[in-house]
């Protein structure tokens, strides 16, 4: 080979080593460049977020001895590349518009979990192509989710809960065909899910829940094959469980809670064999339970309830010895309890309430020795009660309420020593309470042995449960006194003994219990006086009912007594307060000097007197009806409401005052109306006197218009049957063929519906006015459904129909559509009320409870609350789980309270403004769609009641998802 041959064969390998060479020192120089410009984006990322969260960071520094790669959360590759930013519950705070995506070409794992970053997900999140995985939950992000998503082909799991990305799912997602793992639950997302997340057949989980997700789910679910965990709830999907859900054979966790699901389960289910977690509850489904939900042993959590399902509980459940936790309540479901379940060793909670179960309660309830909770509430069951309950020691809360229980409760309910809740009432349950289950007791918090036939006295030994709150004895035939150790409950909160034939005195320790607000003693037989514990203050009481006993003596003069339903049926009381007799008045002390006189009088002469004085009446009625005169009839409390001449004269020559009323109004004219009723126009007369009354006309029997006929009786019913504070009062009626009204007393303070409607009036309605009227139509209503002798029911609860005095107490009107409850007729009648206040379930059931009530004050009050009607707010209102009083639509998330508020009055001052926050969740709570889910209007009047410190949250940052607390299976 010549010199030059040898030059030129050297040349030619030399020159690819140098090429190599060349090539991986500009690697070098690329690589460190490219660390270099990682480090200096990190570092102005850094500078961008909040200066508390740069101090987090403290080994983010260019002068460190630490490379880069080793600073907090960052990893890199063996080119020093970064590979992995990991910094999960930090605490940092700031947003992503200054983190340079384009700066990390190299990054696979991107986490922010559990941080306080905000703002939008900027779209040159797209650029980083190499990412599989995406954690940026429980954070503040908003905006939409960005569609860019969809470029980052390798992705492999994406976690965005627990934000408030707003907007629908884009349907670039579906793009991602690696990924196994994605997570959007607990935002604000809208609109269906997109069709091409159906086409991700690696999916594993899919869990979108708790948002505002609509439309049906489709078909083409099925073609998730290797889905284990699918997610759906606390969103607005309608329409029917599809069938092809049976094809996801490798499904544990199924869960569809809280939304518009319709129609049957279908029967495909039965294939869902590995499920652990099978929970469709709070929607409107129909038909039987899937019969093989156990049938592989895996299942651990069954809810179904409130739906409309029907038929027995499946067999498989029968021994399924994996199941921890059922609930199956507020359904249609029946069979003979005692044979539907064997023995559960797991088992940890079950609620079967509000079904058609009948039978007796099996022995086998004692092995369940894991139970800690049991509702078997509002069903048909008979028999005993076993005393085998005792075994299953674990048991914590224990509900047997408003069933057909027979006997005596067992004595060995002592061995329950987690028991803190117990409830048997409203059953058929008699002979005396067991002192021995007062032994050890000491954890029992809630007590409730209410209407049964318990007999004997209320025992001393109760005074061991010293960590009670509530104890129910009411309606029963308890007798002898009260116990005095009662005072050692130093916690107890309320003590209801009414209805009982209890006697002697009240113990004064009753007025100085520390924590007691509710005092329930009514309907008894105690004597003697008020203890003067009660007079003094301050006081926890929000309230008391004392009436219909034979006390004696002045009446405290506290705001506790300020109604007089809360005294009233005690002949011997005297004070200030409305309907007694001054304490200084000679006929106090005559009627304390002789008690026996009195009561020899009273039955020898007033009750033939008034005897003789009713048949009398009764004649010259009959006669005056068939002569067709004028009939005009008033209360026998008419005589001495503050001794107006007008009214005494009514009590025995109604013509004078019908021709007054006649004069007054010139006849009904024009120019004296002041309001429509739902059935009668309503005028304002005022008599020589200086009276003034408001008289509501109609003509039913001369236009012979049936239903003005029924309300107008309806309205002279209820009112009778009603006396209390809020409630507007009835002075007399005339019923007449040319001119029928009835007359009320005259409020001057307008309507709430006029209160509102009008700018300056609204901002003299501030918000301690709204407050306190909202109070007052609560315990309105709390009296009408709780205390009357027949429980009356409104139903047309609206703005037009709370009307106002001169001192800005709200009184309830218009009873015209009133009804009176009655065990022995029936509660169903045709559509009353007002559109916008009415009750959802009026458009399928027309049965009239105190349900229908309490959704019409829930709107009313966030009608108070808002300035306007809340139309814009309920419409997105959907059937919800059950918890203690509330429940949560998640559209309500991101939704501030002080947006909703009326903005014509200055935001409320910190005094308020807890009033303000319990005011609103009760208000959320009556609104609910399923009626069974609504509070009473008795603890609706309780709540209102508590006297509560100011409010330790920042009211401009409270959002209605914030105030309501959800326990949903």
């Known amino acids: 080979m010549s010199y030059s041959q040898a030059i030129s064969s050297l040349a030619m390998h030399l020159v690819p080593a140098m090429a190599l060479l060349v090539l991986a020192s500009s690697s070098y120089t690329t690589a460190a460049s490219l660390s270099n410009d990682e480090a200096a984006a990190l570092l102005r990322w850094k500078a961008s977020l909040e200066n508390q969260s740069q101090s987090l960071l403290p080994s983010w520094d260019v002068g460190s001895n630490h490379s880069y790669c080793n600073w907090t959360g960052i990893g890199c590759d063996n080119t020093s590349s970064i590979t992995h930013i990991i910094l999960n519950s930090v605490d940092l705070t700031g947003t992503l518009f200054s983190f340079s995506f384009s700066s990390f070409p190299h990054l696979i794992r991107f986490e922010l979990h559990n941080n306080s970053f905000y703002g939008s997900i900027p779209a040159q999140i797209g650029n980083l192509s190499k990412l599989y995985y995406i954690d940026f939950s429980s954070n503040h992000f908003i905006g939409k989710v960005p569609s860019e998503l969809g470029s980052l082909r390798n992705l492999q799991c994406l976690y965005l809960h627990k934000n408030n990305f707003s907007g629908s799912i884009p349907q670039e997602l579906g793009m991602l065909t690696l990924i196994w793992d994605l997570q959007l639950s607990k935002n604000n997302l809208t609109g269906p899910i997109p069709t091409s997340i159906w086409n991700l057949s690696n999916l594993d989980r899919l869990i979108l829940s708790k948002n505002h997700l609509s439309s049906s789910i489709p078909t083409l679910i099925g073609n998730l094959s290797k889905l284990t965990s699918l997610r759906l709830s606390r969103n607005k999907l309608s329409g029917p469980i599809p069938h092809s859900l049976g094809n996801l054979n490798s499904l544990t966790q199924l869960v569809l809670f809280n939304n518009k699901l319709s129609g049957p389960i279908p029967s495909e289910l039965a294939n869902l064999t590995h499920l652990q977690k099978f929970s469709i509850g709070n929607n409107k489904l129909t038909g039987r339970l899937p019969q093989n939900l156990c049938l592989g042993g895996s299942l651990i959590t069954l809810g179904a309830s409130n739906n409309n399902l029907t038929g027995n509980i499946p067999k498989s459940l029968r021994n399924c010895n994996s199941l921890f936790r059922v609930r199956l309540e507020n359904n249609q479901l029946e069979g003979n309890l005692q044979e539907e379940f064997g023995v559960l060793p797991s088992l940890d909670y079950m609620d079967l309430s509000y079904n058609r179960f009948r039978g007796k309660l099996s022995k086998k309830w004692g092995q369940f020795r894991n139970l800690t909770k049991l509702v078997i509430s509002n069903n048909q069951l008979t028999g005993n009660m076993p005393p085998d309950f005792a075994a299953a020691t674990k048991l914590q809360f224990l509900d047997l309420s408003s069933n057909h229980l027979v006997g005596e409760i067992p004595k060995n309910l002592r061995e329950l020593g987690l028991l803190f809740h117990l409830n048997l009432s409203n059953n058929m349950l008699s002979g005396n309470i067991p002192t021995e289950i007062f032994g050890t007791q000491s954890s029992l918090q809630n007590l409730d042995l209410a209407a049964n036939n318990l007999t004997s006295s209320i025992p001393r030994e109760i005074a061991n449960c010293e960590n009670l709150q509530n104890l129910n004895l009411g309606e029963n035939r308890l007798a002898g006194g009260i116990p005095f150790e009662i005072e050692k409950l130093q916690f107890l909160q309320s003590l209801d003994l009414g209805d009982n034939n209890l006697m002697g005195e009240i113990p004064s320790q009753l007025g100085k219990m520390p924590r007691l607000e509710k005092l329930n003693l009514s309907h008894n037989m105690l004597s003697g006086s008020i203890p003067s514990s009660f007079g003094d203050q301050p006081t926890s009481l929000t309230f008391i009912d004392i009436s219909y006993n034979n006390l004696k003596g002045p009446l405290p003069n506290t705001k506790v007594f300020e109604t007089y339903e809360a005294y009233r049926g005690n002949g011997g009381l005297c004070g200030n307060q409305m309907g007694l007799i001054p304490c200084s008045s000679p006929k106090v002390k005559n009627n304390a000097d002789k008690s026996r006189t009195k009561t020899k009088f009273v039955l020898v002469v007033v009750v033939p007197l008034v005897g003789t004085l009713f048949l009398l009446l009764l004649v010259v009625g009959i ?80 236009e012979g218009n049936l239903v003005d006929l029924k309300s107008f009786r309806s309205e002279i019913h209820a009112l009778i049957e009603a006396r209390h504070r809020n409630i507007i009062k009835l002075y007399g ?28 009036i609204a901002l003299m309605f501030d918000w301690g006015k709204r407050m306190n009227a909202i109070k007052g139509v609560a315990s309105g209503l709390c009296y009408m459904h709780h205390e009357c002798s027949h429980p009356i029911i409104h139903r047309d609860i609206s703005s037009k129909n709370i009307l106002f005095d001169s001192e800005c107490v709200a009184h309830i009107s218009d009873f015209g559509t009133a009804r009176l409850l009655s065990l022995h007729s029936s509660n169903w009648t045709s559509f009353a009320g007002t559109f916008g206040y009415a009750a959802p379930e009026l458009a399928y059931t027309m049965e009239v409870n105190t349900k229908l009530d309490v959704y019409s004050f829930g709107i009313l009050t966030l009608e108070v609350l808002m300035g306007k009607h809340p139309c814009d707010l309920i419409s997105s209102l959907f059937s919800l789980c059950s918890s203690s009083l509330s429940s949560l639509p998640s559209t309500f998330y991101g939704i501030l309270l002080k947006n909703i508020l009326d903005n014509r009055l200055p935001p409320p001052e910190d005094q308020v403004v807890e009033k303000i926050l319990v005011t609103t969740k009760l208000a959320l709570a009556c609104v609910n769609t399923d009626p069974h889910l609504r509070p009473s209007m008795r603890q609706v009047y309780v709540e209102l009641s508590k006297q509560r410190p100011p409010s330790k949250s920042s009211f401009h940052t409270i959002t209605l998802g914030q105030l309501l607390d959800i326990n949903c299976i």
């Open 623 to 702: 006669f005056q009806f068939l002569s067709k005169r004028v009939v005009l009839k008033a209360e026998s409390e008419i005589q001495v409401v503050h001794n107006e001449n007008l009214f005494e004269i009514w009590s025995y020559d109604g013509k004078i005052v019908y021709q007054n009323i006649i004069e007054a109004t010139e006849d009904f004219n024009e120019k004296y109306y002041i309001g429509r009723g739902g059935y009668g126009i309503v005028y304002k007369a005022k008599f020589s006197n200086g009276l003034v009354v408001a008289v509501k006309k109609t003509h039913p029997s001369q």
């Open 733 to 760: 009626f005339c019923l007449d063929s040319l001119r029928s009204f009835l007359v009320y007393e005259f409020l001057e303070g307008d309507s709430l519906e006029n209160k509102l409607r009008n700018d300056e």
